[in-house]
Protein backbone atom coordinates (compact mmCIF):
# COMPACT_ATOMS: atom_id res chain seq x y z
CA UNK A 1 0.00 0.00 0.00
CA UNK A 2 1.31 3.09 -0.76
CA UNK A 3 1.39 5.61 2.32
CA UNK A 4 2.92 8.79 3.55
CA UNK A 5 3.30 9.59 7.04
CA UNK A 6 3.85 12.93 8.14
CA UNK A 7 5.86 14.13 11.42
CA UNK A 8 7.61 16.59 13.18
CA UNK A 9 4.98 19.00 13.82
CA UNK A 10 4.40 20.72 17.15
CA UNK A 11 3.93 24.02 18.84
CA UNK A 12 7.05 26.79 18.33
CA UNK A 13 7.64 30.56 19.07
CA UNK A 14 7.70 33.11 16.52
CA UNK A 15 11.14 33.04 15.07
CA UNK A 16 11.92 29.42 15.97
CA UNK A 17 12.78 26.55 13.71
CA UNK A 18 11.19 22.86 12.98
CA UNK A 19 11.86 20.16 10.56
CA UNK A 20 8.74 18.04 9.45
CA UNK A 21 9.79 14.35 7.87
CA UNK A 22 7.46 11.98 5.38
CA UNK A 23 7.62 8.35 5.50
CA UNK A 24 7.48 7.35 2.17
CA UNK A 25 6.33 3.55 1.93
CA UNK A 26 4.70 1.12 -0.76
CA UNK A 27 6.24 2.88 -3.64
CA UNK A 28 10.07 3.44 -5.36
CA UNK A 29 10.36 6.60 -3.79
CA UNK A 30 13.35 7.68 -5.62
CA UNK A 31 11.78 7.99 -8.41
CA UNK A 32 9.14 10.52 -7.64
CA UNK A 33 9.01 14.66 -7.52
CA UNK A 34 7.38 15.52 -4.07
CA UNK A 35 5.75 18.38 -2.67
CA UNK A 36 4.92 20.07 0.19
CA UNK A 37 1.51 21.51 0.58
CA UNK A 38 0.10 23.83 3.69
CA UNK A 39 -3.47 24.44 4.83
CA UNK A 40 -4.39 27.37 7.58
CA UNK A 41 -6.67 26.50 10.36
CA UNK A 42 -10.52 27.11 8.31
CA UNK A 43 -8.29 28.18 5.26
CA UNK A 44 -7.59 26.56 1.54
CA UNK A 45 -4.96 24.74 0.40
CA UNK A 46 -1.45 26.37 -0.41
CA UNK A 47 1.52 25.05 -2.16
CA UNK A 48 5.12 25.22 -0.08
CA UNK A 49 7.35 23.59 -1.70
CA UNK A 50 8.36 20.81 -4.08
CA UNK A 51 11.81 18.65 -5.27
CA UNK A 52 12.91 16.76 -7.89
CA UNK A 53 13.30 12.55 -7.80
CA UNK A 54 17.50 12.88 -7.09
CA UNK A 55 17.07 15.97 -4.73
CA UNK A 56 19.03 18.03 -7.32
CA UNK A 57 16.41 20.95 -8.12
CA UNK A 58 13.94 22.67 -5.46
CA UNK A 59 11.34 25.55 -5.63
CA UNK A 60 9.25 27.07 -3.81
CA UNK A 61 6.34 29.64 -2.80
CA UNK A 62 7.24 33.48 -2.50
CA UNK A 63 5.99 33.24 0.79
CA UNK A 64 8.38 30.87 2.52
CA UNK A 65 11.49 31.30 0.11
CA UNK A 66 14.63 32.11 1.86
CA UNK A 67 13.05 30.55 5.36
CA UNK A 68 12.34 26.65 4.18
CA UNK A 69 14.00 24.16 2.93
CA UNK A 70 12.64 20.93 1.06
CA UNK A 71 15.48 18.14 1.14
CA UNK A 72 15.19 13.96 0.85
CA UNK A 73 17.12 10.94 1.65
CA UNK A 74 16.24 8.61 -1.14
CA UNK A 75 18.33 5.94 0.84
CA UNK A 76 15.56 6.71 3.92
CA UNK A 77 12.25 6.92 1.55
CA UNK A 78 11.91 10.45 3.50
CA UNK A 79 11.20 14.04 2.58
CA UNK A 80 11.99 16.63 5.07
CA UNK A 81 11.24 20.46 5.58
CA UNK A 82 13.02 22.54 6.98
CA UNK A 83 11.32 25.56 8.19
CA UNK A 84 13.25 28.65 9.98
CA UNK A 85 12.32 32.02 11.39
CA UNK A 86 8.73 30.83 11.98
CA UNK A 87 6.05 33.39 11.64
CA UNK A 88 2.10 33.00 12.70
CA UNK A 89 1.30 33.21 9.40
CA UNK A 90 2.65 30.05 8.85
CA UNK A 91 0.44 27.80 11.56
CA UNK A 92 -0.80 25.35 9.60
CA UNK A 93 -1.36 21.23 8.43
CA UNK A 94 1.56 20.40 6.75
CA UNK A 95 0.86 17.83 3.93
CA UNK A 96 3.42 15.91 2.04
CA UNK A 97 2.26 14.29 -1.73
CA UNK A 98 3.57 12.76 -4.51
CA UNK A 99 3.68 14.27 -7.52
CA UNK A 100 2.55 11.82 -10.44
CA UNK A 101 3.32 13.22 -14.19
CA UNK A 102 1.74 11.71 -17.57
CA UNK A 103 2.18 13.12 -21.27
CA UNK A 104 -0.41 13.19 -23.67
CA UNK A 105 0.02 14.01 -27.06
CA UNK A 106 -2.89 16.36 -27.12
CA UNK A 107 -2.74 18.11 -23.59
CA UNK A 108 0.68 18.01 -22.99
CA UNK A 109 2.55 17.33 -19.79
CA UNK A 110 0.21 16.80 -16.94
CA UNK A 111 0.97 16.73 -13.12
CA UNK A 112 -0.48 15.68 -10.02
CA UNK A 113 -0.36 14.93 -6.00
CA UNK A 114 -1.60 11.63 -5.59
CA UNK A 115 -1.35 10.49 -2.37
CA UNK A 116 -0.90 12.99 -0.17
CA UNK A 117 -0.24 12.00 3.88
CA UNK A 118 -2.49 12.85 6.58
CA UNK A 119 -0.73 15.81 7.87
CA UNK A 120 1.40 17.25 10.59
CA UNK A 121 -0.04 20.39 12.59
CA UNK A 122 2.83 22.94 12.96
CA UNK A 123 1.44 25.98 15.54
CA UNK A 124 3.66 28.95 15.99
CA UNK A 125 2.46 31.13 18.98
CA UNK A 126 4.12 32.71 21.94
CA UNK B 1 -6.83 35.33 -1.94
CA UNK B 2 -6.88 32.20 -4.46
CA UNK B 3 -4.96 32.33 -7.77
CA UNK B 4 -7.99 30.25 -8.94
CA UNK B 5 -11.43 31.37 -8.46
CA UNK B 6 -13.85 29.23 -6.97
CA UNK B 7 -17.28 29.99 -5.29
CA UNK B 8 -17.17 29.73 -1.70
CA UNK B 9 -20.35 27.31 -1.36
CA UNK B 10 -22.57 25.02 -3.37
CA UNK B 11 -25.81 23.11 -2.52
CA UNK B 12 -27.96 20.24 -3.41
CA UNK B 13 -30.11 17.26 -2.78
CA UNK B 14 -29.85 13.69 -3.06
CA UNK B 15 -29.67 12.54 -6.99
CA UNK B 16 -29.44 15.78 -7.79
CA UNK B 17 -26.40 17.18 -10.14
CA UNK B 18 -24.53 19.78 -8.85
CA UNK B 19 -21.56 21.79 -10.49
CA UNK B 20 -18.29 24.09 -9.22
CA UNK B 21 -16.55 26.13 -11.00
CA UNK B 22 -12.70 27.35 -11.61
CA UNK B 23 -11.68 30.28 -12.57
CA UNK B 24 -8.24 31.34 -13.35
CA UNK B 25 -5.96 32.91 -16.29
CA UNK B 26 -3.94 32.19 -19.33
CA UNK B 27 -0.66 31.18 -17.22
CA UNK B 28 -2.39 28.37 -15.31
CA UNK B 29 -5.52 26.92 -16.49
CA UNK B 30 -5.06 28.58 -20.16
CA UNK B 31 -1.79 26.43 -20.72
CA UNK B 32 -2.02 23.34 -18.21
CA UNK B 33 -4.07 20.86 -17.02
CA UNK B 34 -6.68 21.12 -14.07
CA UNK B 35 -7.01 18.62 -11.28
CA UNK B 36 -9.60 18.61 -8.26
CA UNK B 37 -9.44 17.58 -5.06
CA UNK B 38 -11.82 16.25 -2.35
CA UNK B 39 -11.68 16.86 1.09
CA UNK B 40 -13.92 15.15 3.37
CA UNK B 41 -14.43 16.59 6.94
CA UNK B 42 -11.11 16.70 9.77
CA UNK B 43 -9.69 14.46 6.47
CA UNK B 44 -6.30 15.05 4.45
CA UNK B 45 -7.20 16.00 0.86
CA UNK B 46 -7.87 13.30 -2.32
CA UNK B 47 -7.24 13.46 -5.76
CA UNK B 48 -10.66 13.08 -7.50
CA UNK B 49 -9.68 14.24 -11.10
CA UNK B 50 -6.45 14.53 -13.06
CA UNK B 51 -5.33 16.31 -16.55
CA UNK B 52 -9.11 18.35 -16.44
CA UNK B 53 -11.35 14.99 -16.80
CA UNK B 54 -9.38 11.97 -16.14
CA UNK B 55 -10.70 9.72 -12.97
CA UNK B 56 -8.56 7.96 -10.70
CA UNK B 57 -9.27 4.44 -10.24
CA UNK B 58 -12.30 4.22 -7.24
CA UNK B 59 -13.80 7.30 -7.82
CA UNK B 60 -16.93 7.15 -9.14
CA UNK B 61 -18.34 8.02 -12.48
CA UNK B 62 -20.91 10.20 -10.85
CA UNK B 63 -17.76 12.68 -10.80
CA UNK B 64 -16.61 14.34 -14.18
CA UNK B 65 -14.31 17.23 -14.95
CA UNK B 66 -14.27 19.99 -17.89
CA UNK B 67 -12.03 22.65 -18.90
CA UNK B 68 -12.71 25.18 -21.66
CA UNK B 69 -9.94 28.30 -22.14
CA UNK B 70 -8.91 29.44 -18.77
CA UNK B 71 -11.82 27.87 -16.66
CA UNK B 72 -13.09 24.03 -15.42
CA UNK B 73 -15.61 22.71 -13.92
CA UNK B 74 -16.50 20.01 -11.57
CA UNK B 75 -19.49 18.17 -12.06
CA UNK B 76 -21.27 15.80 -9.64
CA UNK B 77 -24.15 13.81 -11.02
CA UNK B 78 -26.72 11.73 -8.79
CA UNK B 79 -25.60 13.44 -5.46
CA UNK B 80 -25.07 12.03 -2.73
CA UNK B 81 -24.71 12.64 1.56
CA UNK B 82 -21.39 11.31 1.36
CA UNK B 83 -20.29 13.73 -1.50
CA UNK B 84 -20.66 16.83 1.48
CA UNK B 85 -16.88 18.10 1.35
CA UNK B 86 -14.76 21.16 0.57
CA UNK B 87 -13.29 20.66 -3.25
CA UNK B 88 -10.30 21.97 -4.34
CA UNK B 89 -9.36 22.94 -7.90
CA UNK B 90 -5.57 23.50 -9.04
CA UNK B 91 -3.23 24.21 -12.04
CA UNK B 92 0.46 24.64 -12.41
CA UNK B 93 1.12 28.25 -12.85
CA UNK B 94 3.55 29.71 -15.51
CA UNK B 95 4.53 32.96 -14.01
CA UNK B 96 7.03 33.95 -11.71
CA UNK B 97 9.50 30.79 -12.37
CA UNK B 98 6.51 28.56 -12.32
CA UNK B 99 4.53 27.09 -9.12
CA UNK B 100 1.09 25.25 -8.33
CA UNK B 101 -1.74 27.30 -7.12
CA UNK B 102 -5.15 26.02 -5.86
CA UNK B 103 -8.81 27.48 -5.89
CA UNK B 104 -10.08 28.90 -2.44
CA UNK B 105 -12.10 25.95 -1.99
CA UNK B 106 -15.81 24.67 -2.65
CA UNK B 107 -17.99 23.76 0.16
CA UNK B 108 -20.13 21.47 -0.74
CA UNK B 109 -23.46 20.61 1.36
CA UNK B 110 -26.01 17.91 0.76
CA UNK B 111 -29.28 19.06 2.18
Known amino acids: EVQLVESGGGLVQPGGSLRLSCAAS????????MHWVRQAPGKGLVWVSRINSDGSSTSYADSVKGRFTISRDNAKNTLYLQMNSLRAEDTAVYYC???????????????????WGQGTLVTVSS | QSVLTQPPSASGTPGQRVTISCSGS????????VNWYQQLPGTAPKLLIYSNNQRPSGVPDRFSGSKSGTSASLAISGLQSEDEADYYC????????????FGGGTKLTVL
Open chain 1, 97 to 115: ARDWEYYDILTGYSNWFDP
Open chain 2, 90 to 101: AAWDDSLNGHWV
Open chain 1, 26 to 33: GFTFSSYW
Open chain 2, 26 to 33: SSNIGSNT
